[in-house]
């Protein structure tokens, strides 16, 4: 039941960068586009998010309330070590998801649209970046563990985990990953005569991801972070990160022939090995301290808990993904949902 | 402000907020699907006109609690991480099983909203049931979790440690049913007399009449029915309380001295420092009769306890006084709703319509202080005589500033919800 139960963890995390991920790619796009493109992106951001925005970001609850079940010991870690950066990504989730209502469904449209507009772009750009942060104050070898965290100034106990330029890197890359995935979805979804606009988006994003990803690389390298070493060292991260780059060339034919099943399918597929890399080299080792690494399953809960939560989360996802594969099915095709 | 301040400040004030925005989201789904039922049957138009503006009641309530769900679900852990670490794989079960309503519910949402036109009515009109009983399933799961913190049932504690964990056992712990049962129907209380009140004020202020009636009346139905009965489910409570929780009972009492023939305290002033209620009414042996159904049983007083195991007992006697009292108003006034379904004329009286719209906020006033009760009555502990609350607040020091934001961000929140509610209100007036 352990398995199972990873298996969702993994698999949630992996659904909130994916999903999550593209809705706050969908925020960025929109930041960095041209005035006019902004109405454009925005009309369609509505149409492709609008049913299914809260069903992405019900993910990130479903991996935290997994994680402080079955594994309470490194949950306790987490929110403790790095409080800050979480609740930074708690406001931003607060202001993102407020802001995205509040466009789309108040009554009188006037110029409170663009205090809505700023919150929804500025914050889908902060979020990801500190969630980001909160990933690599997992891995950037910053962390103390004490018993007592009052021996700590409070520098070295809360804020250098995370404040730091590895995490800060990781962060900005992860932003542009989600940009990436959302202009590629954006293509399939913009007006005909439109796609072009999202097009040169991907491409730009397929640049900013290459770029971060290799500056947080030589970064990591030159300053000898654990993580990277390990990473490099692992056959199968390599060969996962290689994976994904050359998954760049079907990515490009998708979608110069307009197929946009299969783009999608392959920048889905692309997070996946990323993510898949930076995973693999560690597990289940997923966080690294300043003297060792802990594993996840460190303080896992006991058997009989890890036994209902399997149950529960089998039953609950089959309930859930035929549901959830229906909504993103029906809703798909739908071009015309406006104001009513 | 001491740090476990701070985070009990920031838990309690997310915490207000939340409960409104959730029991709105869980329950207006129903009014909405009352009235596209209606509009399903009669092709009144007016009844679609009214579906179309509650669900985006619902769309707005439903998401502002969502998010503020989204943050609870962190703040449990970021303030109190200790509590977490154990309890967390205890408890996880309602938990889990809360996120799985409330994903399906927000797959049902999205079929709602968007499926106009596009999906078979019925079936459309069925997504909306859905909507309303995942959101209460997701409640009732949750006050489960709340319930262990009382009454913490399916583990062993021995030396500081939790073992042989069950967490079935742990989720169906006694004080579930009544707490949950309670909690749904205050729901239904407050999010019924609020929204009828809002309507009542529009029909009081004349502006679309017809529309304002058939929804008051669709609101004020949930409302009253769920008013008139919560005194059985209050009564369930208390029982439950004196037997399993006897300093709460004490607390809410402010019954200081064990006696045989307890007095029930209707109102009064608590002095800790002296140990009486001043100037309150005393009904004579009422708390023995209402705790054990005997009006000569003994009720604990609160000198009998640890003075280290006593909550704030003003705070939460003035809770339970207001919440009780505001739900005695509130059950006459769901009776003299339905008196007037009989009387047609008191329709046409404007101070009827001005009463209910005074009564708006009082639902949501009581259920606020019903939790205060909860809350505050089972101080020290965070779990019921097994670990205090002081022993779980995070190591973090500098929480004060985080409540301040939290503060902050919610306050401005609030204003923009209602600043588009008063907007909502403005262009349904306005429709044809």
């Known amino acids: ?340 | 402000m001491e740090n476990l301040d701070a985070a009990r400040l920031q838990m309690a004030f997310t915490l207000i907020f939340h409960i409104v925005f959730a029991c709105i989201g869980m329950v207006m789904p129903f009014f909405m699907v009352v009235s596209h039922y209606k509009w399903l049957k009669t092709r009144d138009q007016i009844y679609l006109t009214l579906t179309k503006s509650w669900q985006k009641g619902v769309a707005i309530f439903f998401v502002t609690g969502a998010v503020s769900g989204t943050a609870l679900s962190f703040e449990l852990g970021l303030l109190w991480p200790e509590f977490m670490k154990h309890a967390g794989p205890i408890i996880g079960m309602p938990f889990s099983l809360e996120g799985a309503a409330f994903f399906v519910e927000a797959i049902a949402l999205g079929f709602y909203l968007y499926g106009w036109g596009k999906l078979p009515e019925r079936f459309h009109w069925f997504t909306g049931v859905i909507i309303g009983l995942s959101g209460v399933a997701s409640g009732i799961l949750v006050v489960a979790a709340n319930g262990w913190m009382n009454s913490p049932t399916g583990f062993d504690y021995i030396d500081g440690e939790f073992l042989n964990i069950d967490p079935i056992k742990a989720m169906l712990n006694p004080a579930w049913f009544t707490q949950a049962l309670h909690m749904t129907l205050a729901a239904f209380t407050a999010t019924g007399f609020a929204v009828a009140g809002i309507h009542a004020y529009q029909v009081y202020k004349k502006r679309k009449v017809a529309l304002h009636t058939k929804a008051f009346k669709i609101a004020i139905t949930f409302g009253a029915v769920a008013a008139i009965l919560q005194p059985i489910s209050g009564d369930i409570s208390a029982k439950d309380i004196a037997k399993r929780q006897p300093v709460k009972l004490a607390a809410m009492e402010a019954h200081y001295h064990t006696e045989k023939g307890a007095d029930l305290y209707i109102g009064g002033i608590v002095n800790p420092d002296t140990q009486e209620v001043n100037y309150k009414i005393a009904l004579p042996g009422m708390l023995s009769f209402l705790a054990f159904g005997d009006i000569d049983a003994e009720v604990k007083g609160l000198n009998d306890f640890p003075e280290d195991e006593i909550p704030n007992v003003p705070m939460v006697h003035y809770a339970f006084q207001i919440m009780v009292g505001i739900g005695s108003v509130l059950l006459l006034a769901g009776v003299l709703y339905f008196v007037s379904l009989k009387k047609k004329k008191w329709f046409e009286n404007n101070k009827y319509w001005l009463l209910f719209a005074i009564l708006a906020p009082m639902g949501f006033i009581a259920l606020e202080a019903g939790w205060i009760v909860t809350e505050v009555g089972r101080q020290p502990w965070i779990i019921h005589k097994i670990m205090r609350t002081k022993d779980a607040v995070t190591p973090m020091p500098g929480i004060v500033f985080s409540f301040y934001t939290y503060v902050v961000v919610y306050l401005t929140l609030s204003v923009a919800v209602t600043w588009l509610m008063l907007r909502q209100i403005k262009v349904l007036n306005q429709s044809k």
């Not at chain 1, 909130?16 to 969908?26: E, F, P, R, S, T």
């Not at chain 1, 809260?54 to 987490?78: C, D, K, Q, R, S």
């Open chain 1, 1 to 340: 039941m352990l398995y199972v139960v990873l298996f969702f963890l993994i698999f949630s995390l992996y659904l909130y960068v994916l999903l999550g991920g593209a809705d706050y790619g969908a925020g960025i796009v929109e930041l960095f586009s041209s005035e006019e493109n902004q109405k454009i992106t925005k009309k369609t951001i509505y149409r492709v998010m609008g049913p299914v925005w809260e069903a992405n970001h019900i993910w990130i609850i479903i991996l935290i309330v997994i994680l402080w079940i079955a594994f309470p010991g490194y949950y306790n870690i987490l929110v403790v070590y790095l409080h800050i950066p979480i609740t930074i990504v708690l406001l931003g989730v607060t202001l993102r998801g407020v802001a995205f209502v509040f466009r789309h469904y108040d009554a009188i449209i006037d110029n409170s649209q663009k205090l809505y507009d700023a919150m929804f772009k500025v914050s889908s750009f902060i979020t990801p970046i500190f969630l980001g942060m909160v990933f690599g104050g997992l891995i950037s070898g910053n962390i103390i563990i004490e018993d007592d965290v009052t021996n700590l100034s409070f520098y070295e106990a809360f804020l250098k985990p995370w404040l730091n330029v590895f995490s800060l890197l990781i962060g900005l890359f992860f932003a542009a990953l989600c940009a990436f995935l959302s202009s590629v979805l954006l293509i399939g979804e913009a007006d005909s005569g439109k796609e072009q606009i999202y097009i040169r988006k991907s491409a730009i994003a397929t640049i900013v991801v290459f770029i971060t990803g290799l500056v947080t690389f030589i970064y990591g390298y030159a300053t000898g972070k654990e993580f990277v070493m390990s990473f490099i060292q692992d056959p199968f991260s390599v060969i996962a990160v290689i994976l994904s780059a050359l998954l760049l060339a079907p990515l490009w034919i998708t979608i110069k022939r307009g197929n946009k099943v299969w783009s999608r399918f392959f920048a889905g597929l692309q997070v996946f090995l990323i993510l898949l890399a930076a995973l693999i080299s560690h597990f289940p080792n997923i966080l690294i301290t300043k003297t060792s690494s802990v594993s996840l399953l460190e303080g896992v809960a006991p058997q009989s808990v890890i036994q209902s939560l399997g149950v529960a989360l089998l039953v609950g996802g089959l309930i859930i993904l035929p549901g959830l594969f229906h909504l993103l099915k029906s809703f798909k095709m739908i071009k015309i949902l406006e104001r009513d």
